[in-house]
């Protein structure tokens, strides 16, 4: 199934169950240690290197009451592998979509593709590549991830839906995704369900990174709560135009859940501007932005976007400080929506 190389051993199989997590970031390792404890085949590939190398790296996923799995998985990059068997899970950051919808073109056979990312309209360059077999799921865990070790805490369990493909499928890919320490749920409202989770995303996304701040800041502070509050209630009017029926208690409920749950723990946007890495804020504050715009209902997002603008700001301003030379890029890109 894939090609040896260097002098890594890498076991040979002809499963068709194997699971093939792309992005060996936090949460594709704590996917990969998962499953592997659970006895799957899992493989990780790399989403934005790809030079042919094939290693095995020992991973260390720590649980909340501070449970410890180790596990040694096979990491691989796109060019080792010749053609997918089994189900690919996307686990990379979403603006590589177009690049890697692209790629997985290429090898045109008949796997299936689960979206394990945030944002809204993420599923678009797959859509537009033709795939018929594609499924989106929404994360309701929170990762962080220090060299090879990674510290992941369960919310709830995370809904998959399908994109395009069919119930009976999107079954069998739960069933081989799921553990019990990183669970997945089918669902048949999965569009609801990434408004919910986006519209959380755009409160968590925006506000803990300018605050430098953990998770745990909306459960225990009340201006926070109402900042949030505010936000929720901004993207809920933008969201019911549109057609898709959430409600701002609800989604108040899922982001005092998870800040209980994820005190102590980092976003994943804080996590990029800290490292100096792009961030998914364009389909987060900015998405909801260009749909409340194209309703004439920007007035209601103006928050929202400032937000939004802040967090690109930042992102910037630390990626200078951490590379000086990559200055004129970013500089005259950032503000001009
Ligand atoms: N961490 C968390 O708590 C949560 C994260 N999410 C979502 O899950 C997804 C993964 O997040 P997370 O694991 O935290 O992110 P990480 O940054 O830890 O890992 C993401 C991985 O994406 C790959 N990647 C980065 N840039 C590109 C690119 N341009 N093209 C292709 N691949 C790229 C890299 O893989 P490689 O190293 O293999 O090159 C990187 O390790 C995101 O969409 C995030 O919003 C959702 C809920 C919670
Ligand atoms: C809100 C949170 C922590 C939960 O899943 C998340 O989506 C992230 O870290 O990006």
Request: proline share 2%; glycine share 8%; net charge positive.
């Amino acid at each position: 199934m894939y090609q040896q190389s260097g002098n890594h051993a890498v076991q040979m199989t002809n499963k068709d169950n194997m699971v093939y997590i792309i992005g060996a970031g936090a949460i594709g390792k704590a996917l990969a240690v998962m499953l592997k404890h659970n006895g799957r085949d899992v493989v990780l590939v790399r989403g934005s290197v790809d030079d042919g190398r094939i290693a095995n790296d020992e991973i260390t996923l720590e649980l909340a009451g501070g449970k410890k799995y180790v596990q040694t998985i096979t990491v691989l990059t796109l060019s080792a592998i010749k053609r997918f068997e089994g189900t690919v899970v996307l686990t990379s950051k979403s603006f590589g979509n177009d690049k890697l919808a692209a790629k997985l073109g290429k090898r045109n056979n008949q796997f299936p593709i689960v979206l394990l990312q945030n944002g809204l309209g993420i599923e678009a360059p797959f859509l537009h590549q033709g795939y018929h077999a594609l499924y989106r799921g929404v994360l309701f865990a929170t990762s962080q991830a220090s060299k090879d070790t990674v510290s992941f805490r369960q919310v709830s369990a995370s809904p998959v839906g399908v994109v395009k493909g069919s119930v009976a499928a999107l079954n069998a890919i739960v069933a081989s995704i799921s553990t019990p320490e990183f669970t997945f749920s089918p669902t048949a409202a999965i569009e609801k369900a990434v408004w919910q989770k986006t519209i959380i995303n755009t409160v968590f996304n925006s506000v803990c990174p300018l605050l430098d701040i953990d998770n745990g800041i909306f459960h225990r502070d009340e201006y926070a709560l109402v900042l949030a509050r505010n936000i929720i209630s901004a993207c809920v009017k933008v969201a019911n135009s549109a057609g898709i029926a959430v409600n701002a208690h609800e989604i108040e409920e899922g982001l005092l859940q998870i800040s209980k749950v994820a005190d102590g723990q980092l976003i994943s946007t804080l996590q990029d501007i800290r490292a100096g890495r792009p961030t998914e804020i364009e389909t987060l504050n900015f998405e909801i932005d260009k749909i409340a715009q194209s309703m004439q209902m920007q007035e209601l997002t103006k928050e929202i976007l400032l937000l939004g603008k802040l967090i690109k700001i930042k992102s910037a301003t630390q990626q200078r400080r951490r590379a000086p030379h990559v200055r004129s890029i970013a500089k005259g890109k950032m503000l001009n929506k």
